[in-house]
């Protein structure tokens, strides 16, 4: 190791580099276990599935989505669209005056003034 870039902490266990990575030697330098893990696992999926066999879960996942399962229908959307983000309305009295109008709910039948 080389002295320029490694320091030790103050236990004299573990080494660091000056910018405070982790330096060839550390226990902890060899990543998220838990990381190759899945790594390994998404692997072996992709090999097990192909590209046509995923196109016909999918078709079949959305014809189930169209005929009313719920569950299928979130699947969809959350691979389509991604899972959706919390969001809270500010307060009106916060906004500009422009956007307000935008987040009033408009019902279509009655004529705009």
Known sequence: MDPQTVKTVPNGSECRRLNGTFAP?????????????????RKTVLKAVSSDQLTE??????????????????????????KPQAYELP???????????????????????
């Open 91 to 113: 307060e009106p009295d916060a906004l500009p005056v422009q956007t307000f109008p935008i987040l009033v709910r408009v019902d279509p039948k009655e004529p705009s003034k």
């Open 25 to 41: 030697g550390n226990r902890f330098a060899k990543g998220n276990p838990n990381a190759r893990r899945m790594y390994r696992a």
């Open 57 to 82: 879960i999918m078709s079949a996942l959305v014809n189930k989505a169209k005929g009313g399962d719920v569950t299928a229908a979130r699947l969809v959307l959350e691979y389509v669209l991604g």
